[in-house]
T-cell receptor, first 115, second 113 residues
Framework: SQKIEQNSEALNIQEGKTATLTCNYT??????LQWYRQDPGRGPVFLLL?????KEKRKERLKVTFDTTLKQSLFHITASQPADSATYLC??????????????FGKGTLLTVNP | NAGVTQTPKFQVLKTGQSMTLQCAQD?????MYWYRQDPGMGLRLIYY???????DKGEVPNGYNVSRLNKREFSLRLESAAPSQTSVYFC????????????FGDGTRLSIL
């Protein structure tokens, strides 16, 4: 069966360190992969999109990698800050038939950055 | 610039009651979506509309209906609410169905007693 797994439900790190979150998938062949941030009581907010032919993408302190052989994406936040504390969701853009694509979400990883 | 606006923000219903969740976007997006988010289950797609005039089922459509009223508005209706439909409902929109970021509203928290 198709599955998206984010490495852990919760991750705690010290301020200033690099946070690394993992998204693994099985039985999907996504053309694109996206990462979102969700704060308590709010909707998800888009962060980064990476295509299957891209190995890495960066935006400020954020970096995403996409390895279609390993079926894995890594999401890095460098020089982490308490304000980075949130739940991070990965999502696969999957062809559901013909020209229809659907975004399928992982369950998320709750990141806590301690001062 | 409001983005995606959902109403109401909170609602409590009794089993068997009906209600419509409203969603409007002001970004001129073609595609719109309804998700539900439950603890331990993540976001699951209920219905989506690739463009004005079209709607399609997502992963968990049973018990719901949708209407794409115009390009801006996409509503979700519960005809006969059940306790299993207690959830947080999110509406989202994107420029197109594929390979585009989705913009989410802040959700409707629905409890069915």
């Amino acid at each position: 069966s198709q599955k998206i797994e984010q490495n852990s439900e919760a991750l705690n790190i010290q301020e200033g360190k690099t946070a690394t979150l993992t998204c693994n998938y099985t039985n999907y062949s996504p053309a694109y992969l996206q990462w979102y941030r969700q704060d308590p009581g709010r909707g998800p907010v888009f962060l980064l999109l990476i295509r299957e032919n891209e190995k890495e993408k960066r935006k400020e302190r954020l970096k995403v990698t996409f390895d279609t052989t390993l079926k894995q994406s890594l999401f890095h936040i460098t020089a982490s800050q308490p304000a980075d504390s949130a739940t991070y969701l990965c999502a696969l853009d999957v062809n559901s038939g013909g020209s229809n694509y659907k975004l399928t979400f992982g369950k998320g990883t709750l990141l806590t950055v301690n001062p | 610039n409001a983005g995606v606006t959902q109403t109401p923000k909170f609602q409590v219903l009794k089993t068997g009651q009906s209600m419509t969740l409203q969603c409007a976007q002001d970004m001129n997006h073609n595609s719109m979506y309804w998700y539900r988010q439950d603890p331990g289950m993540g976001l699951r797609l209920i219905y989506y509309s690739a463009s004005e005039g079209t709607t399609d089922k997502g992963e968990v459509p049973n018990g719901y209906n949708v209407s794409r009223l115009n390009k801006r508005e996409f509503s979700l209706r519960l005809e006969s609410a059940a306790p299993s439909q207690t959830s947080v409902y999110f509406c989202a929109s994107s420029v197109a169905l594929q390979n585009r970021p989705q913009h989410f509203g802040d959700g409707t928290r629905l409890s069915i007693l």
